[in-house]
């Protein structure tokens, strides 16, 4: 089974902040990407899945590369309430998730 | 809402004990999955399930068995408890085709 890697930050930014986080996959058969938020002390969740063709939701955009194996987060216009840790997840064939070891985001007053 | 549920947030134990961790989950779902979470390492799957009865080894199952003897409920069973099994763990669940995983809310073993 092939890596995913991320930077693990932290990334401490001040709210109102555009923040990127970057993700890269070592196996072309992956399928399927996505952003999973964990908040301290709690359980993953699913923040966004990312499509080939780029997807927003709100404040967040997800980018997908293929040709690169490349996968990005922009949050735009930084809340408090946006510090966490964001996981970067493939799938390559079946059902198991390949989880990154997460991005640390501070945002501060 | 799907729920996840663990049967212990805090379990302490000692070197050589079994022990068994529970999760429910109330969506019926297909899969189920357990996880341990490190610092440093991230979230690692030991083994996982897509039917009852059904398992499959993940990246670190050494250590542990699982069973799933019915669809809403996935055991994680430690054996012989080391130190080395300190860790937090983490059940999920998916439907078949989705890969959107929900997750409890882990059970932090300590392995004295």
């Known amino acids: 089974r092939k890596e995913v890697e991320q930077d693990p930050g932290p990334f401490n930014v001040p709210e109102g902040a555009t923040v990127a986080f970057n993700c890269t996959y070592s196996n072309s058969a992956s399928q399927s990407f996505f952003w999973y938020r964990q908040d301290c002390r709690k359980e993953p969740k699913l923040l966004m899945s990312v499509y080939s063709s780029g997807n927003e939701d709100g404040r967040f955009t997800a980018q997908l590369n293929r040709a690169s194996q490349y996968i990005s987060l922009l949050i735009r216009d930084s809340k408090l309430s946006d510090s966490a840790t964001y996981l970067c997840v493939v799938n390559q064939a079946g059902t198991a998730l390949i989880f990154g070891k997460g991005t640390t985001l501070s945002v501060s007053s | 809402d799907v729920k996840v549920t663990q049967s212990s947030r805090y379990l302490v134990k000692r070197t050589g004990e079994k022990v068994f961790l529970e999760c429910v989950q109330d969506?019926?779902?297909?899969?189920m999955f357990w996880y341990r979470q490190d610092p440093g390492l991230g979230l690692r799957l030991i083994y996982f399930?897509?039917?009852?009865?059904?398992?499959e080894k993940g990246d670190i199952p050494e250590g542990y068995s699982v069973s799933r003897e019915k669809k809403e409920r996935f055991s994680l069973i430690l054996e012989s408890a080391s130190t080395n099994q300190t860790s937090m763990y983490l059940c999920?669940?998916?439907?078949?085709?989705?890969?959107?995983?929900?997750f409890g809310p882990g059970t932090r073993l300590t392995v004295t």
């Open positions: 399930s897509y039917d009852v009865k059904m398992k």
């Open positions: 969506m019926d779902h297909e899969n």
């Open positions: 999920a669940s998916s439907w078949t085709g989705d890969h959107e995983q929900y």
